[in-house]
């Protein structure tokens, strides 16, 4: 994965969706194909960004998935092909510390059965 450290075994993955009903579907999936261990969809949220030359607003949800490191690219791929943004925002910031008990539980839920 390009930028993630080389000691980050750890992630949390965020997108952004323009509906409730989309992250939640999103978030139910995601985890029940085991590509993360949870996912919490927090929102609204007031989104600026620029697109095609213009400045935009919108209201948007906000969906992030803590999953093993190794699970990245998947969970990516995934988000890519569900997703209906056009370019949708797939961003993964490294978890740098955690509870012992609760990085076995993400590793142990992430792997399939």
Do not use: N
């Amino acid at each position: 994965m390009a930028g993630q450290g080389a000691d980050a075994r750890f992630l949390q993955v965020q997108t952004t969706t323009d509906s409730r009903a989309e992250a939640m579907e999103l978030a139910h999936d995601a985890v029940a194909a085991r590509l993360a261990a949870c996912a919490q969809v927090a929102g609204p949220i007031a989104s600026t960004y620029w697109w095609e030359s213009g400045l935009e607003r919108a209201e948007e949800w906000l969906l992030m998935l803590k999953l093993p490191a190794d699970r990245y690219q998947p969970l990516a791929d995934f988000i890519s092909e569900r997703h209906s943004y056009d370019e949708p925002e797939i961003i993964a910031t490294p978890i740098v510390a955690g509870s012992p008990a609760y990085l076995s539980w993400i590793e142990e839920e992430t792997r399939p059965e």
